[in-house]
């Protein structure tokens, strides 16, 4: 708990609950509170602006405000303070869409006790201490945010909620690498964040993109927890990255970069600790540089000290397509599940790297028209069909999409809105929000990316009936194979393709069932179902477990 005396600031013009508030307040004795009210949002945002306010409690129905514009406006007055909503039980659903712009949680009056406001109050405010700088990324909010749905819906214990919603170890870096002009030295923030060791090793893969910071790692870490736990798979989850553009760095660059991150983080991976793998930016070659730098230190090769890894090197067969071509696995289960045969069906892929390219080539096997696929250049649609062949040929030559001669040329956004069947987001995070949800007209929305769906837009999917395989679930063949790599290199057997594929199948396949027959049974989506799923066995762990000491 905080040594100073914090301020409350409530904005509440029931003068019934006031009392209620300043009565739980007052009966826990906690004397590190102190209640200021305001009965107005005129008055309450002439306090923010006169006084030192430590936190607000926010009722959205005032006598000169309504709803989430209330929210809003407090928001704009109060940037940097932690604001709890107090909601009514028939206002929920409008003071969670405050949580989901910003707010730190919010309390249903009639349910509150005193000591559950107090931990509230201390977590919102430590919240949002965190979330400042680093933390600050709309991914890990969106992450969060997913989370306590969940935990609302799930009635998760409080303790495990406080617990799961921050990585326990997080390692924040700063590194050098000399670019090929030889007295240019580039200093760049690289992470290794590791969400959750309970489960045992932790695992996930190293990301290189100009944007990734703390808040990103650790929105990408816990989501691994959670498709790990869905997978069965006896791992936490952990995510890395480094703060560059690959794209500019020529292959001589990369490896002195790669093997200086991997030297960075050296004490904290490992195969019996935490084993990386491939994400956005990087590929087999970063692996291999990463298994050899490691093995190098310790002294003798360690092929299980990272997944998706060349085959010569002791990595699996079917891991690198296997994100895709599990994605296409869960697709076909989707549209047998909405009785629509996938032959002729229609296919629009956002992103042709590993995940993008290995979807729209799995669905094209099994008989779906790919009508738009797209990279960071351009979008390329053809209605009577795009070629797989074709695509990966010119993407080849040409290393990007752009000028691809079979189809139109048409913008990310543009690609999003198409009329199709299959919508396969399989590039970045953030792509479908409000913004565009609307206009969305696929019956299957398969995430490849992570986090490619915000809050607001999933309502309105859900709202408009299409059917939703949430990453966690849709993109979890990757890591699924990673674990049949790690399991191979651990015992030193090797498995045939056929062996890996048909696991694959299994292990998905459970899971999709699961995930719907949760979704049935709790009339939620499917993305709050996959989480369930996830967040169950690791509460459950954690309880058996208990707390060291
Ligand atoms: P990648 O680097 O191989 O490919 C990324 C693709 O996205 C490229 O075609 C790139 O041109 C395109 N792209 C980049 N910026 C874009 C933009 N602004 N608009 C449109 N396209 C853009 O990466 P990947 O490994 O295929 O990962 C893609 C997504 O899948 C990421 O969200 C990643 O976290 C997720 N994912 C990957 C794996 C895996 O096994 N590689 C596993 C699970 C999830």
Same mark, same amino acid.
């Not at 309450?44 to 000169?64: A, F, N, Y």
């Not at 760095?249 to 490896?255: A, D, H, I, Y």
């Given at each position: 708990m905080p040594e100073h005396r914090n301020t409350v600031l409530m904005i509440e013009d029931n003068p019934i609950h006031a009392r209620l508030i300043h009565n739980l307040l007052k009966e826990t004795g906690d004397d590190v509170y102190e209640l200021i009210t305001a009965v107005t949002l005129a008055e309450g945002l002439r306090r923010i602006e006169q006084d030192r306010?430590?936190?607000?409690?926010?009722?959205?129905?005032?006598p000169d405000s309504q709803e989430l514009d209330t929210f809003i406006r407090v928001r704009t007055a109060a940037t940097q303070l932690p604001i709890i909503i107090l909601t009514g039980l028939d206002d929920v659903s409008i003071a969670a869409?405050?949580?989901?712009?910003?707010?730190?949680?919010?309390l249903i009056k009639n349910e509150i006790k005193g000591p559950h406001l107090t931990r509230?109050?201390?977590?919102? $405010?430590?919240? *949002?201490?965190?979330?400042?700088?680093?933390?600050?990324? !709309?991914?890990?909010?969106?992450?969060? =945010?997913?989370?306590?749905?969940?935990?609302?819906i799930m009635d998760l214990d409080e303790n495990i909620r406080e617990r799961l919603l921050f990585p326990q170890r997080t390692h924040v870096i700063t590194l050098p690498f000399r670019r090929d002009e030889y007295n240019v030295v580039e200093t760049v923030f690289g992470y290794r964040v590791q969400h959750l060791l309970t489960m045992g090793p932790t695992k996930g893969g190293i990301r290189y993109h100009e944007d990734v910071n703390l808040g990103e790692v650790s929105a990408l870490a816990m989501w691994m927890t959670w498709?790990?736990?869905?997978?069965?798979?006896?791992?936490?989850?952990?995510?890395?990255?480094?703060?560059?553009?690959?794209?500019?760095?020529?292959?001589?660059?990369?490896?002195?970069?790669?093997?200086?991150?991997?030297?960075? $983080?050296?004490? *904290?991976?490992?195969?019996?600790?935490?084993?990386?793998? !491939?994400?956005?930016?990087?590929?087999? =070659?970063?692996?291999?540089?990463?298994?050899?730098?490691?093995?190098?230190?310790?002294?003798h090769t360690v092929p299980g000290v990272v997944t998706g890894k060349p085959v010569v090197l002791g990595g699996s067969l079917g891991r690198k397509e296997a994100t895709g071509r599990g994605l296409v696995y869960l697709?076909?289960?989707?549209?047998?599940?909405?009785?629509?045969p996938l032959q002729g069906a229609t296919a629009v892929v956002q992103?042709?790297?590993?995940?993008?390219?290995?979807?729209?080539?799995?669905?094209?096997?099994?008989?779906?028209?790919?009508?738009?696929?797209?990279?960071?250049?351009?979008?390329?649609y053809n209605p009577n069909g795009l070629s797989y062949a074709e695509l990966v040929d010119y993407a080849q030559k040409n290393r990007f999409l752009k000028g691809f001669p079979g189809g139109e040329a048409v913008t990310n956004k543009e690609l999003l809105?198409?009329?199709?069947?299959?919508?396969?987001?399989?590039?970045?995070?953030?792509q479908i929000t409000a913004e565009n949800a609307d206009r969305i007209k696929c019956r299957i929305l398969a995430e490849g990316a992570n986090g490619p769906t915000n809050l607001e837009a999933d309502e309105i999917l859900n709202r408009k009936n299409i059917f939703i395989l949430p990453d966690i679930l849709g993109n979890a063949g990757g890591v699924t194979v990673s674990y049949f790599e790690w399991v191979q290199d651990?015992?030193?057997?090797?498995?045939?393709?056929?062996?890996?594929?048909?696991?694959?199948?299994?292990?998905?396949?459970?899971?999709?069932?699961?995930?719907?027959?949760?979704?049935?049974?709790?009339?939620?989506?499917?993305?709050?179902?996959?989480?369930?799923?996830?967040?169950?066995?690791?509460?459950?762990a954690k309880l058996l477990r208990g707390i060291f000491p």
């Amino acid at each position: 708990m905080p040594e100073h005396r914090n301020t409350v600031l409530m904005i509440e013009d029931n003068p019934i609950h006031a009392r209620l508030i300043h009565n739980l307040l007052k009966e826990t004795g906690d004397d590190v509170y102190e209640l200021i009210t305001a009965v107005t949002l005129a008055e309450g945002l002439r306090r923010i602006e006169q006084d030192r306010i430590d936190i607000i409690l926010l009722d959205l129905v005032l006598p000169d405000s309504q709803e989430l514009d209330t929210f809003i406006r407090v928001r704009t007055a109060a940037t940097q303070l932690p604001i709890i909503i107090l909601t009514g039980l028939d206002d929920v659903s409008i003071a969670a869409k405050a949580v989901e712009a910003g707010a730190q949680d919010y309390l249903i009056k009639n349910e509150i006790k005193g000591p559950h406001l107090t931990r509230a109050m201390h977590y919102a $405010i430590e919240r *949002v201490r965190a979330t400042r700088g680093e933390w600050d990324s !709309p991914m890990f909010r969106l992450a969060q =945010q997913q989370f306590l749905k969940a935990a609302q819906i799930m009635d998760l214990d409080e303790n495990i909620r406080e617990r799961l919603l921050f990585p326990q170890r997080t390692h924040v870096i700063t590194l050098p690498f000399r670019r090929d002009e030889y007295n240019v030295v580039e200093t760049v923030f690289g992470y290794r964040v590791q969400h959750l060791l309970t489960m045992g090793p932790t695992k996930g893969g190293i990301r290189y993109h100009e944007d990734v910071n703390l808040g990103e790692v650790s929105a990408l870490a816990m989501w691994m927890t959670w498709k790990c736990s869905l997978m069965n798979l006896p791992f936490g989850g952990a995510k890395g990255g480094v703060r560059i553009d690959p794209t500019g760095l020529s292959r001589s660059e990369l490896q002195r970069l790669t093997r200086r991150y991997t030297s960075e $983080i050296i004490d *904290v991976i490992g195969p019996d600790k935490d084993i990386p793998a !491939p994400d956005m930016g990087t590929d087999e =070659q970063v692996m291999a540089w990463i298994m050899d730098t490691y093995s190098q230190q310790i002294g003798h090769t360690v092929p299980g000290v990272v997944t998706g890894k060349p085959v010569v090197l002791g990595g699996s067969l079917g891991r690198k397509e296997a994100t895709g071509r599990g994605l296409v696995y869960l697709i076909s289960a989707a549209a047998r599940h909405i009785g629509m045969p996938l032959q002729g069906a229609t296919a629009v892929v956002q992103g042709f790297g590993n995940v993008g390219s290995n979807t729209a080539r799995f669905l094209e096997e099994e008989g779906v028209r790919l009508v738009a696929v797209s990279d960071v250049t351009t979008g390329i649609y053809n209605p009577n069909g795009l070629s797989y062949a074709e695509l990966v040929d010119y993407a080849q030559k040409n290393r990007f999409l752009k000028g691809f001669p079979g189809g139109e040329a048409v913008t990310n956004k543009e690609l999003l809105e198409l009329p199709c069947d299959i919508l396969a987001p399989a590039a970045l995070q953030n792509q479908i929000t409000a913004e565009n949800a609307d206009r969305i007209k696929c019956r299957i929305l398969a995430e490849g990316a992570n986090g490619p769906t915000n809050l607001e837009a999933d309502e309105i999917l859900n709202r408009k009936n299409i059917f939703i395989l949430p990453d966690i679930l849709g993109n979890a063949g990757g890591v699924t194979v990673s674990y049949f790599e790690w399991v191979q290199d651990i015992q030193n057997f090797m498995w045939t393709l056929k062996e890996i594929n048909e696991r694959l199948h299994g292990i998905l396949l459970d899971a999709f069932q699961r995930t719907v027959a949760r979704a049935e049974t709790m009339h939620t989506d499917m993305r709050t179902a996959a989480l369930i799923e996830g967040i169950n066995r690791v509460t459950e762990a954690k309880l058996l477990r208990g707390i060291f000491p």
